[in-house]
């Protein structure tokens, strides 16, 4: 078999027993990805020659030796292109390394590519790139979700073993449901974000997609941890995640938020996400209702906050400091102006025109104020839930992948999308997706369970001992 | 909270932004269907609530110079540069 379709778990015991080396996995991927990207679209850029060079010299000591990433092209690693999808950075190359890149290299593991995103990760379906869309490998005329679109395509598809992705609504998650992998959105301030292009700071988080949970654990082991650099980060003390894999959860409280259970959603996925609690319920975890009644704000809050955030953070694509200038400015309002308005597509400019707009004067404390105040209230919930439950078991989306151009013209649709992933970006939790099931028409389900702040072993524990009783994460797409 | 006619060009004045006459009409109808969403939050009560504040700083790093990009990286990017300064269009008349 080929080793592309092996987890990095595997993969590390075959590379330590000398059975295999680094550039024998590289070869497999690299004859996959011929065979697939053109079809998927899943990276921006590849790494052939510096990855197979870096395959040579690689030290297999060392926690993820001789193992190719991805990484989502928000991601700056020293002298690569970080496009974020955009016009606007087109040309720049990073004059320096995330911290979360230089983890990985510490770690020991090999740039494998860039992955397309939704432009500067804004969107739910990778439609919104510069570059060009990505497809879901199960079936190509549907959407991969988005932002990390291309993160997951290419995990799911067999032509990445793991690849980094951003989440700031559930950019890591959804696309992970939606193609049939293991998506992580660690708990705001568990994972440095500098080096991360900026998007919504207050709520962006990097995270690895995989096929498993155990290479999930992984990953998390290596990227998190306190980073002067990143305020922000959490200074408890570096932890490895699922070290003891018993498989059971005895004893688990696991609530089942009834706003997530909406009237209308889409059967399958109602149907799969009840016969996932039900397999907890029969291995020894008890079923609790919760409420978290503040859910159905969630989607307004999010929109406002995210894009006031946005707005301000992407002032600094003035053409001024690096990517793309415009030609024959008059003066350097000119500047400002024709290099934004030909470098953003269309969404962006959106957002930026949003978060502006709550911002302004006279709008700021009926839309930004209220917002900061009613996502005390979403944190509140989650705090309160939390007394009563160890986990939270939830859809990660309320349907499977829908098909190619059905909302691009519609944002507030696409925005609704995010219903059950935002939240826990607002209140800052870790949560996690994983395949729970497949529709009749053989596309992914999945499920999310949300842990209390900094419990990630424990989210990691419970989606572990599901994934190992069942097969799902075994399948593979049609090729 | 009713949503208020937003005057698309001034908002994207603000922003630097330049919109074409397609983009003003469709952005208009598109920002004032999301900002109908968002009036649902006009009806939560919030009176004693306080706004969410970005998470307490858990350590503030020692005030000591550590090596930074040189200049060199730095100007990398640069689309003009001269003496190791950004060339600009000329601010004043």
Redesign the interface.
């Known amino acids: 078999m080929s080793l592309a379709y092996e987890t990095i778990a595997t993969l590390r015991r075959r590379l330590l027993s000398k059975e295999i080396h680094p550039r024998d996995i590289l070869k497999d991927l690299f004859t996959q990805i011929d065979a697939r990207e053109k079809t998927l679209h899943a990276y921006t850029y590849l790494h052939r020659e510096s990855a197979l060079a870096a395959a040579e010299k690689a030290d297999l000591s060392l926690p993820l030796g001789g193992i190719p990433i991805a990484l989502k092209d928000n991601l700056n690693a020293l002298g690569d292109p970080c496009t974020c999808a955009s016009k606007i950075l087109e040309g720049y190359k990073a004059p320096y390394d995330a911290t979360a890149v230089s983890l990985l290299r510490q770690a020991g593991s090999i740039l494998l590519g860039r992955t397309n995103m939704d432009e500067f990760a804004m969107g739910s379906s990778t439609e919104n790139s510069a570059l060009g869309l990505t497809r879901n490998p199960w079936d190509p005329t549907r959407i991969p979700g988005g932002s990390s679109g291309g993160s997951a395509a290419a995990v799911a598809g067999r032509i990445a073993l793991a690849a980094l992705g951003s989440d700031t609504g559930g950019s890591i998650r959804q696309p992970a449901a939606l193609c049939g992998c293991v998506g992580l959105k660690p708990t705001y301030g568990r994972v440095s974000r500098y080096g991360l292009v900026a998007f919504a700071s207050s709520l962006d988080q990097i995270g690895p997609l995989t096929r498993t949970v155990e290479d999930s654990a992984l990953l998390l082991s290596v990227l998190a941890g306190h980073d002067p650099r990143d305020n922000t980060t959490d200074l408890r003390p570096p932890e490895k995640f699922l070290t003891q894999k018993n498989g059971s959860v005895q004893g688990l409280r696991v609530g089942l938020p009834k706003e997530y259970f909406l009237p209308g959603m889409d059967s399958e996925t109602e149907s799969a996400i009840r016969s996932a609690a039900d397999w907890f319920k029969k291995n020894g975890a008890t079923l609790v209702d919760v409420s978290l009644p503040h859910t159905p704000t969630a989607i307004a809050v999010y929109y406002i906050l995210a894009t006031a955030e946005a707005s301000a953070n992407l002032a600094r694509f003035d053409g001024v400091r690096y990517g793309r200038r415009a030609t024959d400015a008059r003066d350097v309002l000119d500047l400002y102006h024709r290099t934004r308005s030909e470098g953003f597509g269309a969404e962006v400019k959106r957002r930026i025109i949003l978060g502006t707009f709550v911002l302004s004067q006279g709008y700021a404390d009926a839309y930004y104020r209220q917002a900061q105040k009613v996502r005390a209230l979403l944190r509140q919930d989650f705090e309160k839930a939390f007394t009563q439950c160890d986990l939270l078991l939830t859809p990660t989306s309320p349907e499977p992948a829908f098909p190619l151009g059905e909302r691009t013209q519609d944002p507030l649709k696409m925005y609704l999308a995010d219903v059950f992933t935002i939240s826990t970006n607002l209140a800052g939790n870790g949560a996690i997706s994983l395949p729970c099931g497949f529709t009749k028409s053989n596309l992914p389900i999945g499920l999310q369970l949300i842990g209390p702040r900094f419990g990630e072993e424990t989210i990691l524990r419970g989606a572990h001992a599901f994934e190992q009783a069942h097969d799902f994460f075994q399948r593979l797409p049609p090729s | ?1 009713s949503a ?1 006619q ?1 005057n ?1 060009s001034d ?2 004045s ?6 074409t006459p397609d ?1 003003t009409a ?2 208009s109808a ?2 004032s ?3 109908g ?2 009036e ?3 009806q ?1 009560a ?1 009176g004693a ?7 307490a ?5 020692q005030d000591i110079p550590t090596p930074s ?1 040189s200049i060199e ?2 100007l ?5 540069q001269a003496n190791d300064l ?1 060339l ?4 004043l008349e």
């Open positions: 909270m208020p937003i698309i908002v994207a603000l922003a630097r932004l330049t919109l983009e469709k952005f598109q920002l269907q999301i900002l969403h968002m649902t939050l006009s939560i919030t609530v306080p706004e969410v504040t970005p998470p700083q858990p350590a503030l790093r990009l990286a730095a990398s990017n640069a689309p003009a950004i600009v269009p000329r601010i």
